[in-house]
C-alpha cells in the first residue's frame, strides 16, 4: 500500500519464504499426480467444476488467469454464511476489520476502508454487476446467493476505478423458465438467533420468469451490554424475460433494511476480565440502514458479438450514535449513485481472437454529517466518473495465449463542507472545491497450458484509487489518487482425474500515493479528527496456494495457505494542528498479518434410500499483526524508532475452529443442518482505536452455534 520513497528490496528471506509457496504448488501437484495415477483406477468422484464470470464471460475458475476463490452457495449453507465478514473469512489473502458502519476487509494489504466519498474504498465490491461502494452493505445478508468471487489484485483494465486491490463479485440467483420451484430455510442459534428466508421461482410463460426471494435475521447482542446486535431484513425480486431467441431483457430490484444498537465496543486498555463486556454506553446506542436499488440488463446476441448494457440505482441511508470511547458521536451518512455500463463482446469462443470493450458511467452524491461534543462536521461530495475499456485475447498456439488491456477513466469530485466547533465557531470550510484526475491502466499478460489440465500464467497489470479532500482540514487538505503496479505469476493444476486442484500465484506491488487514514489530536476541534493525505511508497509481496482433493468418493480435504509482507517506503504526513507540522512513520509494516491458513475435512456417510450424513471441521490460522500499523521513524517521547504510535492495537495469533453436520434426504429435498463457529470462543479484535489512557475495539464474534433447516420443493 503505497507512495513515492525510497524503494525497498526484499529480503533473500523473504524472497524464498515467497517462491517457495509457487513451487510447492508446482511440485506438490506433479508428485502427487504422479502417485495417484500409480494406484490405478479409482472409483472417487471429481471435484465439482466451478463456473465464473470474472472477466465477464462463463469460464471455469482453472481456465481464469486469475488469483481468485469462489465460494458455493453449498459451501454457504453449510457454514450459515449469510454475511460479508463471515464468507470471506476464510479466503486466502483477505483480513476483515469491523467498525460502526460494517465491515472492511483487506486484501494483499491493501483496505477497502471507504469513508462516505470523502475516501474510496480499494476493492470493488459488486452484486450481480452492480457496483456498491456502501461500507454499510457488509451489515446486510446475502441469501439466495448462486456463488460469491473474490478476485485478488489490480482489475483496472475491465473493472476499473477503486479495484486496486482486488474484486468482490456476490451473484444471486436467476429466474429459470423451467418450472415452479424454491426453497425455504428457518434456522435457531444461540443469542436468540433467528433466521427466516423463502424464495420462490415463478414461470410466468415459457419465456418470462419470476423470482423473488425474501430474508428475515434477528439475533442478540454479542456484548453483554446489548450491543453488537443484529436485526435485518430484506427482499429481492427479480424478472427475466426472453423475447427472441437473441434477445434477453432483466429487471431487478432490491431492499433491505438494519435496525438494532449496531455495532459496540470492548476495552483493550484497560483489560476488561470479561472481553464481552463491552464499554459503557454514555447514551442509548442506535443504528439504522436502510437500502434500496433497482437496475435493468438488455443482452443482445447479435450473431458475431453480443452487447450487453446494465443500468443501476442505489440509495442508502444511515444513522448512528454510538459511544466512542470517553464520548459519544452521531453520524448519519445518505448516500444515491447510478451507473451505467455498456459492454460489447466477440461471440467465438473458439476463434483465436476473442475481445471485449465498453464504456462506464458513474454518478453518486454524498451528504454525511459527524457530531462529536467537541465539534460538528458537514460535507457534500458528488462524484461523476466516465470510462472506456477493451481487453483481447489471443492465441498464439494451441496452448500459448496473449492477453492486453486498456482503460481510460476520467473522475471527477465536487466537494462542500464546513467544520464547526461545540459552540458554533466556524474552524474551516470547503466551497464548490472541484477536482479532476485522470488515469490509464492496463494488464499484459501471457498463459501457457503446460500440461492437458495445467496452466501457467503471468501478468503485469495496474490499478487506481480516486482522490480527495479531508474535509476536516480543509482545502489544503487534499490528497491525490492511489497507483498500483503488480507483477504476478500463477499456476492452476487439476490432477488426478479432475479429484485434486492446486491454484498458487506470486505477486510483487509497487505502491504510490498510498491514502493513509489516521486519526490525531487537533485542539482547535478539542478532540481527535480523522485525517486523509498521501502517505508515501510501499512495496508488498506475497503468495496464495488454495487446493482442493477429493480422494476418496466420500472424502473431501481442503486447504489454503497465504503470506503478505510489505513495507512503507516514504510515510510523512500532516499532523493535523495547521502548523505546517507532521508525522514521519516512514519504514511502517503494513497492518495485515503475514500468514494466514486454513483447512477443512468432510465426510460422507451414504445412508441408502435415507439420505447422506455429512460431517465437516475447519480450521482458521492468523499470525499476529497491529491493527494500527504505524511506527514512529525515528526516537523521541515515544521510545526508539520503530515504536509503534498504537502499541495495545496488536492482535496476537488467532486460531479458529469450525464444525458442522448435515443430514439431506435421499431426493435432497430437505437438508438439516446443525453448526458451531469458533468453537474455542477465542476472542480477537477485528479494530483498534483509542487514546494513551484507553483503547478499546470491535471484537469479531464469539462461540456461535445453531441449526438450519433447508427444504426445496418443485423443480
Known sequence: MHVHGTPIAPSRNSVRRAVSLLIAGCAGAASVGAHAQSGGGSTAVVLEEVVVTAQYREESIARTPISMTAITADELDRGNLQQINDILDDVPGVTLARGAAGSFFTVRGISSIQGGGEIDPGIAFNVDGIYNPFSSAALMSFFDVSRVEVLRGPQGTLYGRN?????????????????????????????????????????????????????????????????????????RAKLLARPTDTLTLGLTFDTGRYWGNGTGMAAIKPYADDPWEGLPDLAPPFQRVDAYGYSGLV?????????????????????????????????????TQQTHELRVSSNDPGARLNWQGGAFYYDATNHKGLNFPFATIRQKVVTESVAAFAQTDYSLADRTR????????????????????ASGVLLGEVRDVNSTWNSWTYKVGMEQDILESSMLYGNVSTGFKAGGISLSIGPEGSFDPEKLTAYQVGMKNRLLDGRLSIDSELYYYDYSNYQAAYTSLNPAFGGNIRIISNAGAAKIKGGEVESSFRFTRNDMLSASVSYTEGRFGTYVVPDGLGMGGSFDYSGSKISPPKWKMSASYRRFFPLGEWGTISPSLSMNFRSESYQDSRQYATSGTWGPAGTYVVP??????????????????????????????????????????????????YLEPPRVYGVTVDVRFGQ
Open 163 to 235: 479495484a486496486i486491490a482486488g474484486v468482490v463479485n456476490v451473484v444471486t440467483n436467476d429466474p429459470q423458465f423451467t418450472g415452479f420451484g424454491g426453497n425455504a430455510r428457518v434456522g435457531y442459534g444461540n443469542h436468540g438467533a433467528v433466521t427466516l428466508m423463502s424464495a420462490a421461482n415463478l414461470p410466468v410463460t415459457d419465456d418470462l420468469a419470476v423470482r423473488v426471494v425474501g430474508n428475515y435475521q434477528t439475533r442478540d447482542g454479542y456484548l453483554a451490554n446489548g450491543n453488537d446486535d443484529l436485526n435485518t431484513m430484506s427482499w
Open 299 to 335: 443482452q443482445w446476441d447479435a450473431g458475431p458479438v453480443t452487447l450487453t448494457y446494465i443500468p443501476a440505482y442505489k440509495s442508502n441511508d444511515w444513522d448512528n450514535q454510538a459511544t466512542s470511547g470517553a464520548f459519544v458521536s452521531r453520524t448519519y451518512i445518505y448516500d
Open 402 to 421: 496473449l492477453t492486453a488491456g486498456l482503460r481510460f477513466t476520467r473522475d471527477s469530485k465536487t466537494e462542500d463542507g464546513e467544520n464547526y466547533t
Open 648 to 697: 495495545y492495537s496488536r492482535q496476537g495469533s488467532v486460531t479458529k475452529f469450525d464444525a458442522a453436520v448435515s443430514y439431506q434426504t435421499a431426493s435432497e429435498s430437505v437438508q438439516v443442518t446443525a453448526f458451531a463457529n469458533n468453537l474455542t470462543n477465542k476472542a480477537s479484535f477485528a479494530a483498534a482505536y483509542g487514546n494513551p489512557s484507553l483503547y478499546y475495539g
